[in-house]
């Protein structure tokens, strides 16, 4: 099954596949996941030896001793078992340590249980609700992938002990971090409890009016409501702000009630605040937050890629976040944001041995930059964080990639993202055939099909001018559709041309002016250090706009990349950065004057 199956009745243009009808086969992505793969054991014994699976440990009578660490420390463990259960692995006596761990009343905060304290007293800082909108996506995941329903079971206690404790008949307060309304609702779609939609359905209308923030005056971010999400309701917003992590969450959320209620009005609020986001805050990569002060999103247009916060778990709610829009409008431009996120906002974070993270991704290393702090990109990634948010939010994410590939409807199949392997909708399956993002050609072979008329849909990238179906011209930034009877053998060529482009900023970028990106394809470019000549540092290299830019296969440099050489100067695609040491780089390049 998907991470999100929306409800029967819910207000959905297209419905995901589930995931044993979207399958990879080779091609980018099969390493990628091979590596995520292998990193999960490797995570487990970092959480170990972190404390986290320790302090379960304690909470659940299987040892003693003294809880470490923050009070959201569960929500690192609960993601990880998300990405045991998308793949398919074997999560061992974890998810039965985090049931004996649960109080009989259905609370379960590790943290909080073992040092005594009194649950929901400091939910501004203690991320009570967020840890358990983790639990209850790791529940789901759990029960969709194997029918193991041991977290579910201690999922729908600890939401049920919400539904009693919070809502309008209850405790008014929100938590700081949110998270728990997509969870809610999925938790919703799973059980079909009413009650958690309508408890996703309250938190969603009560935020935004300093019900979630730190009570008294605190002048840091901490102090603003709108580090929390808090500072508007969400119905009236033009945009995001605060904590970038916090502000994707609670909009994806926001979708999610959107679509199970069929609420309008809802769906357009967060549909304006994408596109002011898309259009005003987000990096060219995808990534979004400007500020390290609070992690948080900048004014419009405030988007310098030196102090670039871009943190690895807002991409990942972008990306959340998009592929709700997707589902909810059916429009391309979700389908366009998924791919940019995936391949330059979520991938960067992780090496291509798929077990060291980012937990900023910067889009400009200065030469000599010092690793002033643990997060500072200027180490290179890492394997941990003292907050270890990011790498577990890495290993689910990529382990749920396939179900991000296709939708369904009753009569045809849409395709998002190209790789090779197999797709089915109904009585219709296709094997797509590709090398992308490396080659633009995409063949699909109808594997099976029903005897009537269904439609195929190929996305075309916004990017993809000239692209071809089948020899006959298709327009850019929508979807090439094909409604007729197709029979096993047919043959589709989808031509995507990927010519090197410049991409020159908005000139309310005051960061940016007199810079120029370059990409291919759905692949954002930077050049770092060890590719240029000897003697020749970042800060001295100017681009030619004028100049020809060629693509050059190189197998054998960074696990095989296509890499743009324009005269002396080298590309290499921005997410394989940093895989030979934390160098110099940057993706805006000073243009060359005339």
């Known amino acids: 099954m998907s991470p999100v199956v929306p409800g029967a009745n819910a207000a959905v243009a297209l419905r995901p596949l589930p995931m044993p009808a979207s399958r990879l086969a080779g091609g980018f992505w099969a390493p990628r996941l091979a590596a995520n793969h292998a990193a999960i054991p490797v995570v487990h014994e970092r959480l170990v030896a972190a404390g986290h699976i320790r302090n379960l440990r304690i909470a659940a009578g299987a040892e003693t001793g003294v809880v470490e660490g923050a009070a959201f420390r569960d929500s690192d463990v609960y993601k990880w078992l998300e990405a045991v259960a998308w793949a398919g692995l074997d999560a061992g006596e974890l998810p039965r340590t985090v049931a004996a761990a649960q109080r009989p009343d259905g609370y379960l905060n590790s943290v909080i249980q073992v040092r005594g304290g009194e649950p929901y007293t400091q939910l501004w800082m203690s991320h009570e609700h967020y840890c358990a909108g983790h639990l209850f996506q790791a529940a789901v995941a759990a029960a969709r992938t194997s029918g193991d329903t041991t977290l579910l079971d201690v999922a729908t206690r600890l939401a049920d002990h919400l539904a009693a404790t919070f809502g309008p008949h209850g405790r008014t307060e929100l938590d700081g971090h949110p998270l728990v309304e997509m969870a809610l609702v999925e938790l919703h779609r799973q059980t079909c409890e009413p009650r958690y939609l309508d408890l996703a359905r309250h938190f969603v209308d009560t935020r935004g009016y300093g019900r979630a923030t730190k009570p008294g005056f605190d002048p840091s971010p901490y102090g603003d409501p709108g580090h929390y999400a808090d500072a508007e309701p969400v119905r009236a917003a033009g945009t995001l702000s605060g904590h970038a992590v916090r502000a994707v969450y609670f909009a994806a959320g926001a979708t999610d009630v959107a679509i199970e209620t069929g609420d309008a009005a809802l769906l357009a609020a967060v549909r304006r605040q994408f596109d002011n986001v898309a259009r005003r805050k987000q990096h060219v990569t995808g990534g979004v937050g400007s500020r390290w002060d609070g992690e948080a999103f900048g004014d419009d247009d405030e988007l310098p890629p030196d102090r670039a916060y871009a943190e690895s778990c807002a991409a990942i709610g972008m990306l959340q976040w998009a592929w709700r829009l997707l589902l909810a409008t059916g429009e391309a431009e979700y389908a366009d944001q998924i791919e940019r996120l995936l391949y330059n906002a979520v991938l960067p974070a992780v090496s291509l041995a798929g077990d060291e993270f980012f937990y900023v991704n910067t889009l400009h290393r200065r030469t000599g930059a010092r690793p002033d702090v643990q ?170 706009a004028g100049a020809p830019i060629r693509a050059e296969n190189r197998p054998e440099l960074l696990g095989g990349v296509t890499v743009l050489r324009t005269g002396d100067t080298t590309l290499i695609p921005y997410f394989a950065w940093a895989n030979r040491g934390p160098h110099a780089m940057r993706v805006w390049i000073p243009e060359a004057s005339e």
């Open 375 to 544: 997060r500072a990109p200027a180490n290179g990634r890492r394997p941990w964080f003292n907050c270890a948010c990011c790498p577990p939010n890495l290993l689910r994410t990529l382990a749920s990639l396939p179900a991000y590939l296709a939708t369904g409807t009753g009569d045809g199949l849409q395709i998002h993202q190209y790789a090779p392997g197999s797709l089915s909708s109904g009585a219709l399956a296709v094997d797509v055939d590709t090398a992308y993002p490396w080659d633009e050609r995409v063949v699909l072979t109808v594997r099976a099909a029903p005897p009537g008329e269904v439609e195929l849909a190929l996305r075309v990238p916004a990017w993809a001018e000239g692209s071809t179906l089948d020899g006959e011209p298709v327009a850019a930034g929508g979807y090439a559709r094909l409604r007729q009877v197709f029979r096993p053998g047919d043959r589709l060529v989808l031509e995507l041309p990927m010519p090197p482009r410049l991409i020159r900023p908005d000139d309310r970028v005051d960061a940016l002016r007199g810079c120029v990106a370059v990409a291919r394809g759905p692949l954002v470019y930077a050049i770092e250090q060890p590719d240029q000549p000897e003697g020749v540092t970042l800060e001295d290299i100017r681009l030619d």
